[in-house]
């Protein structure tokens, strides 16, 4: 039963670049959400996709953006990069919305040069 | 901005011993959540506490939610070394309402 897998593990990009962050749910999970970590931090909710579409949103620019796929994986892009982007990306996913535990990938660690 | 804030921000202990962990949050809440990270890899869920328990037991952790305190605490008894990790702790306000982390706390243990 493959669980939450991202790809790249590692991403190196300069300012004002764009990047594409790729997830595959674990099996059996349709919602996917999407974690900006900063050095130290705890996660921060960046925005959630289940069906495709985007349901929840959290404080952060238009820069960032995604999308998900009919078999439910999903993809964050980031444009304009800035330095302070730098950080580890995570993705999580879950059946369906409401309340449910998340299950997350070990992420894609971002360095902004 | 985050709603939890874990206490303490660090801790080292012995193996053997016990590790108590804290939460405090601000709003009120559906349900919290408390994660583990090891070092450089993905949150793994550890258990969550509806807002109308106050105890929950899994293995060798017991949490314990305080309403009126807005407060949770996560107790692992028997630490081992591969409990060095960061724990964080998440609140759902309502529905679907995205989890909100807390800054976490990094437990040590020492063998």
């Known amino acids: 039963d493959a669980g939450v897998t991202q790809s790249p593990t590692h991403l190196i990009k300069t300012r004002g670049q764009q990047v594409t962050l790729r997830c595959s749910p674990k099996?059996?999970?349709?919602?996917v959400s999407w974690y900006q970590q900063a050095l130290g931090q705890g996660p921060q909710f960046i925005f959630q996709?289940?069906?495709?579409?985007?349901?929840q949103r959290g404080n952060f620019p238009d820069r960032f953006s995604g999308h998900q796929f009919p078999n439910y994986s999903s993809e964050l892009n980031v444009n304009a990069l800035l330095l302070g982007d730098s950080a580890l990306y995570l993705c999580?996913?879950?059946?369906?919305?409401?309340?449910?535990?998340?299950?997350f990938g070990d992420g894609t660690r971002l360095s902004i040069l | 901005s985050q709603q939890g804030e874990e206490d303490p921000q660090a801790l080292s202990i012995q193996e053997g011993e016990n590790a108590t962990m804290n939460c405090s949050y601000k709003?009120?809440?559906?349900?919290l959540q408390w994660y583990r990270q090891n070092s450089g890899r993905g949150l793994v869920h550890l258990i969550l506490?509806?807002?109308?328990?106050r105890e929950k037991h899994s293995g060798r952790l017991r949490v314990t939610l305080d309403t009126s305190k807005k407060s949770s605490s996560l107790l692992i008894t028997a630490s081992r070394a591969a409990d060095t990790a960061s724990y964080f702790c998440?609140?759902?306000?309502?529905?679907?309402?995205?989890?909100?982390f807390g800054k976490g706390t990094r437990l040590s243990v020492i063998a």
């Open positions: 999580a996913s879950s059946l369906g919305l409401g309340n449910q535990p998340q299950h």
């Open positions: 099996s059996g999970h349709d919602t």
């Open positions: 996709y289940y069906e495709e579409e985007e349901r």
């Open positions: 709003t009120s809440i559906n349900n």
């Open positions: 506490i509806r807002s109308n328990e």
């Open positions: 998440a609140t759902i306000n309502s529905g679907n309402t995205p989890l909100v």
